[in-house]
């Protein structure tokens, strides 16, 4: 595979101008990528914006075709990409096959069995009934082309599923990965050459902030898909509003799970230890905070220290290691702060919290309890492997404190009991409630994705995800062949009164003695649309 070169219009560039990419289970280069100026993102526009006029044309089979071509590519390659994963990212091998590359697979699979579906025309029945001679329908147009900037925690599955989706839609793809993890968005790119995409549908630029900042900006980017931190989502927002661009903003969580008396003691256990660590807490879904029912605390806590305990610190190569690296220095330091903000603020580690002697950026899996809303673990994201825990005693209680944060992604319930689970989880403020599990709803290619506060703006993946992308075209027909219509010139005493009565008839409630009204001003309705069709609808008079 090619993994220095940015990917313009079918080739690889060279720029002769280069940055590093790190190993951060070494901390050493993991390879040289080749930079991007904004020669070459003027070049990947134009390639974007040639390519858009041909494949906006193409029909459901095309896009399909090349989706499936893809999709072998990628099952071909897993092994040989989970290991970049886990080389550049840090993510341990297997979890960067089950959760990054298989779920990628999946979602290939989703939009070439009922992805069409959601996006062929969709007829509709007018309400007003002087319209009903009408038709009218929905069409999902391309937008044009797509601008994706994406992080360095899931740098393969985050991207490729929103290059997939927008160029399913017809849309063509500029696409700029973290210049963290280069490599894996430049395989992305790869998977597409060797599958024959045509030439400019999809476009991958290797760089610095300042190449995003270039492809919001440029005037050809219809729609922006960002994932990351909140601070710099506000500054795509702001940058995309010069240009009128859409945005589609994914700014990660402080995700709670709500843990109530009655629920299953080992899944509980497994699922929460799971939903903190994995990916070392790199996640945006990841379980943040917890709250427990002071009637199982003990238990639950008990579990949870156990089980992080037995969990395999390691090189992220190695299949049978659990929790890898983080993947970057400055990453793994300010998680070491939410540690010290806590513990000055009277909370207890009663597990981790230490650098271990080797190298790399590793941090222990750290379990924290006496916690407190004053600390900054339990309202900024904290983006590591960190697990503070809370007592609860009351159901509203847990509710307001899953509540009070500025973030709503997802949350998680923890309970045997249906009718508990479904009543707290409409109460509870976030884009996605899992109950009795976590995390796993991003790799649902029919579970739309995104959040609500600091969470963030607009929803990826699945049929809402889809329609995202697209133009959402309401189009009217009429071929009755009437000169005019009941609402046209010329204007008089007759026609106000004629409408007036009307609206009375329609929408009041002596609705038969106004329709009576209406039979001397019947020429304006015989003129005008089908008495047929008013006798058809004769139910929204009575």
Not at 26 to 37: D, K, M, N, P, Q
Not at 433 to 448: K, L, Q, R, Y
Request: charged share 25%; hydrophobic share 40%.
């Amino acid at each position: 595979m090619e993994l220095t070169k940015s990917y313009i219009n079918g080739k690889w560039i060279s720029t002769g101008k280069t940055f590093k990419s790190l190993n951060p289970s070494t901390g050493e280069v993991f390879l040289e990528i080749e930079e991007a100026s904004e020669r070459e993102v003027e070049a990947a526009f134009e390639a974007a914006s040639t390519s858009l006029s041909s494949w906006r044309q193409t029909s459901f089979e095309e896009r399909i075709e090349l989706l499936s071509a893809v999709k072998k590519e990628l099952l071909k390659n897993s092994e040989e990409i989970s290991k970049i994963i886990a080389q550049e990212q840090g993510k341990p091998l297997t979890e960067a096959l089950a959760v990054e590359v298989l779920p990628s697979i999946d979602a290939l699979d989703f939009y070439e069995n009922r992805g069409r579906a959601y996006l062929e025309d969709l007829k509709i029945r007018y309400w007003q009934v002087l319209f009903r001679d009408k038709k009218g329908y929905y069409t999902f147009e391309p937008l044009g082309v797509v601008s994706i900037i994406s992080p360095w925690n899931y740098p393969f599955i985050i991207p490729f599923l929103d290059v997939i989706a927008s160029i399913f839609v017809g849309n063509t793809v500029v696409l700029k990965p973290s210049s963290t993890t280069p490599a894996i968005g430049l395989t992305i790119a790869n998977l597409f050459h060797e599958a024959g995409a045509p030439p400019g549908i999809i476009n991958v630029l290797t760089g610095k902030s300042s190449i995003g900042e270039a492809i919001i900006t440029h005037p050809d980017t219809r729609a922006v898909l960002f994932t990351g931190s909140v601070e710099t989502g506000k500054r795509v927002m702001e940058l995309a509003s010069r240009g009128l661009k859409k945005v589609i903003l994914e700014l990660g969580g402080k995700d709670p799970a709500i843990i109530f008396p009655d629920a299953d003691i080992e899944r509980t256990i497994n699922g929460v230890v799971w939903g903190a660590f994995m990916n070392a807490g790199q996640t945006c879904a990841s379980i943040e905070r917890v709250y427990i029912h002071e009637n199982i605390y003990d238990v639950i806590l008990d579990g949870i220290l156990e089980f992080t305990k037995e969990l395999k610190l390691g090189d992220p190569l190695d299949p049978d290691t659990e929790i890898g690296p983080m993947t970057t220095e400055g990453q793994r330091m300010l998680v070491e702060a939410h540690i010290e903000d806590a513990k000055e603020k009277g909370a207890k580690i009663i597990y981790g919290g230490k650098k271990p002697d080797r190298p790399g950026y590793y941090l222990e899996p750290t379990i924290l309890t006496d916690m407190n809303h004053d600390m900054i673990a339990m309202q900024d994201e904290t983006f590591g492997p960190l697990l503070p825990i809370m007592k609860f005693k009351e159901t509203d209680e847990a509710i307001r404190l899953a509540n009070d944060s500025k973030y709503g992604l997802t949350a998680s319930i923890w309970t045997k009991d249906e009718m508990l689970a479904r009543e707290v989880a409409r109460k509870i403020e976030t884009g996605t409630v899992t109950i009795n599990d976590h995390v796993f709803s991003f790799g649902e290619p029919e579970g739309a994705w995104g959040g609500v506060k600091f969470s963030g703006i607009g929803r990826t993946h699945g049929r809402f995800g889809l329609l995202e992308l697209t133009n959402i075209k309401f189009n009217s027909e009429d071929f009755t062949r009437r000169e005019k219509q009941f609402w046209w010139y010329p204007y008089s005493k007759d026609l106000f009164k004629t409408a007036h009565t009307a609206a009375f008839a329609m929408y009041g409630t002596e609705k038969l003695r106004h329709l009576l009204k209406l039979l001397p001003y019947m020429s304006y309705f015989r003129k005008t649309t089908s008495l047929w069709n008013l006798l058809k609808n004769w139910k929204r008079f009575f």
